[in-house]
């Protein structure tokens, strides 16, 4: 059930929806604050907003009476008229709005947007009307304001906005709402941002002790915990585990290498703006890597190859550095460090299709591990009209691999969109968006074809015909960096990670003090049979132990006393509130050996 070419937000009836009730929202605000400067007002996932020059910070109560106040000229059923103006029409009707004939200009001279976003061509000028409101717009809208549904919207919130982004310009006023086509669709959105809330990773991190980061250290560096560390071991045995299966090499590579090697591969001066700056030593410059490619490009090309060992697939949890604006830093979502899932695939062309497949058996493997239902994969294509400028000159290659793209995850059940030109400039690329059981939406991974590197590195292996061929290279990273999957994972299982992912899977509770050195032999014995367990022998009450370990979300509580001192046995109570009495310690021990040997779903 491939989705090509799925229709573009842009093109989308909820576009339109929110779009307009941007128009309706501004309306209601102008006739509250009559001397209001108005900016701009565009949709955004999953809502709307628009800027506001107002004469006093708004409230909430103002919010109420604005959204009120749309649900009214909502029911007036005002059409959207649209109207192409000159500059000097333009001019005329906002006279009275310093920002709006700033547009007005951007849009004259050409080169922006209404938005003031970048445009290739010269725009047409146009605005439109509903009821009092005048927009300079280029739409698109429903047709009148009785097609946006008014129990399906809600103003947000109100946060400040510099101008353009730029905080040598005023600060503005920007109000959230969201809109959406039945009251239900609002309904689900806002229990997703609730229920968001909630499971914030960045929340769950410190109450959990995953991770934390420290002044000193510096922004978007992660200092990872001990339970944080447990979890990061976890991943990479997996990761480990399903690559020695596939067939993968293991690879060490060091953190930082020559200028030189970063020219090589590109990165200098095209992607320097994302990379640390250089420090100096022995009169050489060298750079913090950003990404791991060019070492492995490098040891594929240590020595010649034979097609008898085609492909090469070299893996490596790679940490890279990137550099992101601390502006954009987000919790573990946007970091400057990152360990990621690394690997890069080598083969010949015709080996390029079941090398694709393989990646995404991985995937499959992994989206069933963790309970991953929805998921989709962006593949990115390049067009006939860009070749030799934004993409490589090879439309041979380009045709060949996006078709095996197609094919692969056709025959893999897999659900994709595609994008026309918008794939990398060395191949076609594929993302992955992922959903949390919440229903957010995660990009999880990219995955490349690159057909440019190869040949940039002189890499090459002899064919079977004894003559030097050029491999294709796959870039993918299906676990992503431990960052962003780890983020992801805490939100998706709300932090109850699943046994085998657990920080601390077994806590022995003793009931009195007469029931310590039970508890800690028990403990004892579980730790040398490969179970993560401790024994809480804090002087708290046996209360307070039970409420410490179950705000951890440790999997499993064994409460030990007299009678299962006596008996060789232990009481569980799981997480999830079940329990069970007298339950012989082997049996205890089989049981949580078999949910982490399974990577088991359940308890
Ligand atoms: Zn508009
Ligand atoms: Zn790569």
């Not at 047409?124 to 009148?144: A, M, N, Q, W």
């Not at 591969?265 to 913090?288: D, R, W």
């Not at 695939?345 to 963790?370: K, N, P, R, S, T």
Request: net charge negative; glycine share 6%.
């Amino acid at each position: 059930m491939a989705e090509h070419m799925k229709e573009r937000y842009e093109d989308s009836d909820l576009y339109r929806i929110r779009h307009s009730a941007a128009h309706v929202m501004a309306e209601a605000v102008l006739e509250m604050f009559p001397e209001a400067k108005y900016t701009i007002g565009p949709p955004i996932e999953n809502g709307f907003y628009y800027d506001f020059d107002l004469p006093r910070p708004l409230t909430p109560e103002d919010l109420e009476k604005i959204e009120k106040r749309m649900r009214q000229i909502i029911a007036g059923h005002h059409k959207f008229e649209r109207q192409v103006v000159s500059a000097a029409e333009a001019r005329g009707i906002f006279k009275d709005q310093p920002y709006k004939l700033e547009l007005i200009e951007g849009l004259e001279q050409g080169g922006f947007d209404e938005y003031g976003n970048p445009l290739d061509e010269k725009p047409e000028i146009s605005i439109y009307k509903s009821d009092t409101f005048v927009d300079l717009c280029r739409g698109p809208h429903v047709e009148h304001t009785g097609q946006i549904n008014p129990s399906a919207l809600k103003l947000m919130q109100v946060s400040g906005a510099y101008w353009r982004g730029d905080e040598n310009n005023p600060m503005l006023q920007r109000i959230y709402g969201t809109a959406w086509k039945t009251s239900k669709e609002l309904e689900e959105y806002l229990w997703q941002i609730e229920e968001a809330r909630k499971r914030d990773h960045r929340k769950l991190g410190k109450e959990l002790e995953i991770f934390t980061f420290d002044d000193e250290v510096g922004p978007g560096l992660p200092l990872w915990l001990p339970r944080g560390a447990v979890i990061i071991d976890e991943l990479e045995k997996l990761a480990k585990e399903k690559e020695d299966a596939a067939g993968y090499l293991r690879v060490r590579t060091p953190h930082l290498a020559k200028q030189d090697l970063f020219i090589h591969s590109g990165h200098l001066p095209y992607y320097a703006e994302s990379m640390f700056p250089p420090m100096e030593m022995e009169g050489t410059k060298y750079y913090i890597k950003p990404m791991n490619c060019p070492m492995h490009h490098k040891i594929f090309g240590s020595r010649p190859r034979s097609y008898r060992e085609m492909p090469v697939r070299l893996a490596e949890y790679g940490d890279c550095y990137r550099y992101e604006k601390s502006g954009e830093l987000f919790g573990l979502m946007r970091v400057r460090s990152m360990q990621m899932n690394d690997a890069h695939m080598y083969c010949a062309e015709d080996q390029f299709e079941q090398e694709f497949m393989g990646v995404i058996d991985l995937y499959h493997q992994y989206f069933d591990i963790f309970g991953i239902d929805k998921y989709l994969m962006r593949l990115s294509t390049h067009h006939r009209s860009g070749l030799g400028k934004k993409y490589v000159d090879n439309e041979r290659l380009w045709l060949k691999t996006e078709e095996m793209v197609r094919r692969a995850m056709d025959n893999g059940e897999v659900p994709y969109e595609e994008i026309p030109d918008e794939a990398a400039f060395y191949g076609p690329k594929i993302d992955v968006q992922i959903w949390s059981v919440i229903g957010r939406e995660f990009t999880l991974a990219t995955n490349q074809v690159d057909f440019a590197v190869p040949p940039r590195f002189n890499l090459s292996f002899i064919n079977r015909e004894g003559l030097e061929e050029t491999p294709l290279c796959i870039h993918r990273a299906p676990l992503s960096t431990h960052e962003r999957m780890i983020g992801f994972l805490l939100e998706h299982y709300a932090g109850s990670l699943p046994v085998w992912l657990s920080p601390d899977q077994v806590r022995v509770i003793p009931i009195t003090d007469a029931h310590d050195d039970y508890a800690a032999r028990l403990a004892s014995q579980m730790r040398s049979q490969g179970i993560r367990a401790e024994a809480d022998l804090s002087n708290d009450r046996m209360n307070a132990k039970i409420r410490q370990a179950q705000l951890f979300k440790v999997p499993y509580m064994l409460v030990v006393g007299d009678r299962e001192m006596a008996d060789g046995t232990v009481s569980l109570r799981k997480r999830d509130g079940s329990r069970a009495d007298g339950m012989p310690v082997d049996d205890f021990i089989r049981l949580v050996q078999d949910r982490i040997a399974h990577r088991s779903k359940e308890l």
